[in-house]
């Protein structure tokens, strides 16, 4: 069986895309200093997750960079993360001179563990980066306790998490701050193109400085009132994103009804492990449907032969990723402060036996499903 049968094309697009780009081209407003489709989407976006501000900006991983620094984050800082997650999470501390801490994951939903981050707070931490992987909401009940508690910065890495709600409230701005990413791969794609979230209008001011070279709003063209990046969206992205968005909602009800098909066609299969169901995620974001197996080598192989050719074993973790360490230790070894190394032994055991599936998977048919379902099932008992 050939992958085009198993999994849907993506990105999904057609003429309103095509409409949306040849506007921008005639009407020679390509940059957002002169348009203002950025500024639409913005707003667009914002309304979306339910935040009061959304900031776009060229991709997800600077998007938490640009975080960190209007939080005030800086050099020698720490920031607690988890290791179980895309290389972003941890390299946007270390570009803003702070220190990446790992604090370990729960094994069940491969989410970072509250416990674990509190227990790695020092008097050097500043924040923590929660990341809502696979779209899966973090506890942020737990996470917004630990930093009224301990007085630290939350950013959502809401990456994966577009349309994921959390106790009914959407992600982004439930912490101080929330990032999402556009790239090729996410529920809502532009090809590249991130996004920062945030209710409060004083940390908004920040992040479009830093994103704008210092600009204040309504400034003027050289009055640069700190020192910002340079990192904006074109209006080309956004005129796609506008019409991404609209696309989202009828996209995400089949993503979300095809994975509650597969959960429930693989719940009972001995040798598979499915995160528990949570009635505090409200929605969740579908960008990848995740579970864990014994003897994944061999599972693999047989989905591959099976057509089903882009399933991944995903993440290796950060805490053993040597470039991340060897740059956050030559920080605190040039600032002369310790470097805290902590055990992480289920985000260990959880990147030897995870299997995602991709959210094209999920916009199949309903027979699609059923064959996806029985292809992983024949699988996991062939490997047993």
């Known amino acids: 069986m050939g992958d085009h049968t198993m999994t849907s094309e993506w990105p999904q697009y057609g003429d309103d895309e095509a409409k949306a780009l040849l506007e921008v081209l005639?009407?020679?407003?390509?940059?957002s200093t002169s348009g203002d489709v950025v500024a639409t989407f913005q707003q667009e976006f914002a309304e979306y997750q339910q935040a009061g501000h959304a900031i776009c900006l060229a991709n997800g991983t600077l998007a938490i960079a640009v975080a960190l620094r209007a939080a005030g984050v800086g050099i020698g800082d720490e920031v607690i993360v988890p290791p179980y997650t895309f290389i972003a999470t941890a390299s946007a501390a270390l570009f803003v001179g702070a220190v990446p801490v790992f604090a370990d994951v729960d094994a069940d939903t491969h989410l970072l563990d509250p416990a674990a981050a509190e227990a790695a707070i020092t008097e050097r931490t500043k924040a923590i980066v929660v990341v809502h992987l696979a779209g899966r909401p973090a506890n942020m009940d737990a996470f917004t306790t630990l930093g009224a508690k301990h007085g630290l910065t939350i950013i959502e890495d809401a990456a994966q998490a577009h349309g994921a709600a959390y106790k009914g409230r959407p992600v982004g701005a439930?912490?101080?701050?929330?990032?999402?990413?556009?790239?090729?791969?996410?529920?809502?794609?532009?090809?590249?193109?991130?996004?920062?979230?945030?209710?409060?209008?004083?940390?908004?001011?920040?992040?479009?400085?830093?994103v704008n070279v210092g600009r204040v709003p309504g400034g003027g063209w050289y009055q640069h009132e700190a020192v910002g990046y340079n990192l904006r969206l074109t209006e080309f992205q956004a005129a796609i994103l506008r019409v991404q968005l609209r696309r989202h909602p009828a996209l995400q009800e089949v993503r979300e009804r095809n994975a509650?098909?597969?959960?429930d066609l693989l719940t009972d299969v001995d040798g598979i492990q499915l995160a528990p169901e949570d009635p505090s995620i409200t929605a969740h974001g579908r960008h990848l449907f995740m579970l864990r197996v014994r003897n994944r080598a061999a599972v693999l192989e047989s989905l591959t032969a099976a057509g089903i050719t882009r399933v991944s074993s995903g993440y290796v973790p950060l805490h053993r990723n040597h470039a991340v360490l060897q740059e956050a230790q030559a920080i605190t070894t040039r600032l002369g402060q310790p470097y805290p190394e902590a055990p992480c032994p289920n985000a260990d055991r959880v990147s030897t036996d995870t299997i995602w599936l991709p959210q094209p998977y999920l916009l199949g048919t309903e027979a699609q499903t059923h064959a996806i379902a029985t292809a992983i099932t024949a699988a996991t008992q062939a490997a047993d």
Do not use: C, H, M, P
């Open 26 to 31: 005639n009407s020679g407003n390509w940059g």
């Open 174 to 210: 439930i912490g101080d701050l929330g990032t999402f990413s556009f790239q090729s791969s996410k529920n809502i794609t532009a090809g590249e193109g991130g996004a920062v979230l945030t209710d409060s209008a004083e940390l908004a001011g920040a992040v479009y400085s830093l």
């Open 260 to 263: 509650r098909l597969l959960t």
